[in-house]
């Protein structure tokens, strides 16, 4: 198929979640593929630094930074979060544009990530193949696209329902499990994510990060049934699981504290604590949460960050820097960190969380069900506790706990309430020290396996791969006879 002659150029919205996943299946088409892969990465400050740092790097892929434009004047405090990267990368096109026509030699196809679907123009413009790489599951990118069905033949607002919404061949969405985005019709936020969900159907192809096994019966859906593919036309590509490499260190490099202390434990006995990049916590949360792990009497990791009571949609906003005093930080219960210092590491604002959950000592994850951190905690074999957020999250966790059934989760949503220090030292025993806790990770084990096997050679993500090669190369043949 001459995927050896390949360029594809890989455009990344802003914000660390969405860059890297990109540069990950960058990585990955480049060494696995043979293909000539330039990452386009529309940054803002934030992501600058990070992008000098791989640049540097032994990655196989060329990466051009696409400065954002300063929308200041664009959007104002109540623009939320999707609007706001929509109009960034709406901005940045031209500049998108002019940094394919300077390329030495014009790519073969153009891949853009799921908030990058208005650039479809552009691969338009230059008669190149284009898809649209969605980093998460299978199922949520199908709610997004059969979202218009909902949009037209549901009256009144999601959130009012009781009844699931059901997706033809798939997993109904329960309503406790709708993204948030869903919630106020009358918002701008909604009507863009209804347009996205539109716009991926109007590609070449859409690439997921997941894998046929982990879930066949959307898969199967997304191919075979016929009233999901008469609004789902696009075919898909299910290419995972892609997470980040643990960074080989040179042998002058000391094991830093973390990993000392994951070395003393016993395998699969230390709960690793982390809600991502852009997690926050309100203050009453997170005592419960110190007293839901101290009670719990089990060892753990805890990357702790100041509380905020404004809720986790401010994301992207920058992170309050913390002191880290002797004392530690002072919106932990009184005593916490001396009564747990025998079987706790607390950890301010950022830990290598790959490097963690390759320790063999990790034994469960209280994450926020960001796909990213999930990938990394499946095929590590690490089972999860759900945490879910924000954006997606709510329906990643329902898929690990029902229909994978490698996570437990609160009886309500952290989002909805409160989760007591009773619930949750219950789900931390479950997880480390019960039976129930020792078929969970028989199954996580299970799904590592399936993994492994889709990406090696002959497996369901590396044929799904090879298809899209196949696919570009013969849809750049056919355009140049023509």
């Known amino acids: 198929m001459g ?11 802003p914000g660390m979640g969405h860059l890297i996943p990109v540069l990950v299946l960058g990585d990955h088409l480049a060494a696995r593929h043979n293909v000539k892969v330039t990452v386009l990465a529309i940054t803002t400050s934030a992501e600058t630094q990070f992008l000098k740092s791989h640049m540097k790097s032994s990655s196989p892929i060329d990466i051009v930074p696409v400065p954002a434009i300063d929308v200041s004047a664009l959007i104002d405090e109540k623009t939320k979060i999707i609007p706001q990267i929509r109009i960034t990368v709406r901005e940045a096109l031209p ?17 853009v990530d799921h908030f990058c679907t208005q650039a479809l123009s552009i691969a338009e413009e230059l008669g190149i193949p284009r898809y649209a790489y969605y980093p998460s599951t299978a199922w949520t990118a199908t709610l997004s696209m059969y979202l218009q069905v909902f949009d037209r033949t549901i009256e009144g607002e999601f959130a009012d329902r009781i009844e699931p919404l059901r997706i033809p061949g798939c997993m109904p969405v329960q309503p406790e ?9 009358s918002d701008q936020q909604y009507r863009e994510y209804v347009n996205l969900g539109i716009e991926y159907t109007q590609f070449d192809g859409l690439l997921m990060n997941t894998w046929e096994e ?11 049934n016929e009233e999901l593919r008469a609004v789902v036309k696009v075919p898909v590509y299910p290419i995972g699981p892609l997470k980040r490499k643990v960074e080989a260190k040179n042998e002058g490099e000391g094991r830093d504290e973390i990993l000392k202390w994951l070395d003393r434990q016993p395998v699969e006995s230390v709960l690793y604590v982390s809600f991502g990049s852009g997690g926050v916590l309100t203050a009453e949360q997170t005592a419960e949460l110190a007293w839901g792990l101290e009670n719990s009497q089990q060892r753990f990791i805890w990357v ?10 401010s994301y992207l906003a920058p992170k309050l820097e913390t002191g880290d005093d002797a004392c530690g930080p002072d919106y932990l219960p009184d005593g916490f960190l001396s009564r747990t210092r025998d079987v706790g590491f607390v950890v301010q604002m950022w830990a290598n969380q790959v490097e963690i959950l390759t320790h063999p000592s990790v034994g469960g994850f209280l994450s926020h069900c960001g796909w990213n951190s999930t990938l990394e905690s499946l095929t590590n074999k690490v089972p999860i506790i759900a945490w879910p957020l924000y954006a997606e999250q709510k329906m990643n966790a329902a898929m690990l706990a029902k229909e994978v059934g490698v996570a437990v989760r609160p009886a309500v949503a952290p989002t909805v309430k409160v989760v007591g220090r009773e619930e949750i030292e219950r789900m931390v025993r479950i997880l480390l020290e019960h039976n129930e806790g020792k078929g969970i990770r028989e199954k996580v084990k299970k799904v590592k396996g399936s993994g492994e096997i889709a990406l090696s050679k002959g497996g369901s993500s590396y044929n799904s791969m090879c298809e899209l090669l196949k696919d570009i190369d013969t849809r750049m043949h056919t355009r140049t006879l023509h």
């Open 3 to 13: 995927s050896s002659q390949l360029h594809v150029a890989l455009l990344s919205s």
């Open 95 to 111: 500049n998108v544009r002019s940094s394919i026509a300077a390329m030495d030699r014009r790519p073969d196809a153009l891949i």
């Open 177 to 185: 499990d709708f993204f948030d985005t869903l919630l106020d019709r």
């Open 214 to 224: 982990l879930e066949p019966n959307t898969v199967k859906a997304l191919r075979e």
């Open 304 to 313: 702790v960050r100041p509380p905020c009571d404004g809720g986790p949609d």
